[in-house]
């Protein structure tokens, strides 16, 4: 008997867990800003920069995790191809240190209380981590649902035996 065992990388509620850590802090940011006494360009600047950084962190730990399977992989086969180039590896380190940097920046001569400050830069960073989480989690289940598809479809019927 031929059993391939195979575990899927998250739990139902380490998924859930991403998924409201990041609900939680772009809602937690929305209220922030929804409510401050600023005038709309400097709502619509710290969007932005939470955007910027939200989407750099996703496309960040995309390239860092293609890169390590693709050196991994190329042991193996050294005609391996990489997924990603250095110069969009280097574009996506970048542009998250461009989006850290305006958000900072502005914060940081910004005439909010130290209180306020502290505040939004939590939730930035909460936001920065859940969005990573999340698209580990996305990508882990889809590939975790190929392969556990691939196992089902394969398995002998004489192996539930």
């Known amino acids: 008997m031929n059993h391939q065992k195979y575990q899927r990388r998250n739990t139902p509620a380490f998924t859930a867990v991403s998924y409201f850590a990041f609900a939680a802090g772009l809602f937690l940011f ?6 401050a006494d600023w005038q709309l360009n400097v ?3 710290y969007i932005l920069c939470v955007v910027l950084i ?5 496309v960040v730990q995309k390239v860092a995790r293609d890169n390590a399977e693709d050196k991994f ?3 193996d086969n050294p005609k391996h191809k990489m997924r990603n180039t250095t110069a969009f590896t280097g574009m996506s380190y970048i542009g998250l240190l461009i989006g850290y940097a305006m958000f900072f920046i502005g914060l940081y001569n910004a005439p909010f209380e130290l209180n306020v400050k502290g505040y ?3 939730v930035v960073l909460l936001i920065s981590y ?4 999340v ?3 996305i990508r882990d289940n889809v ?6 598809g691939d196992l089902e479809f394969n398995r002998n019927p004489q192996d539930t035996i």
């Open 130 to 133: 859940s969005a990573i989480g």
């Open 54 to 58: 939200t989407m750099a962190c996703i």
């Open 120 to 122: 939004y830069i939590a």
């Open 30 to 35: 929305a209220i922030g800003v929804y409510n």
């Open 143 to 148: 590939e975790d649902k190929e392969i556990l």
């Open 73 to 75: 992989l190329q042991q």
């Open 43 to 45: 709502k619509g600047y």
């Open 135 to 137: 698209q580990k989690v």
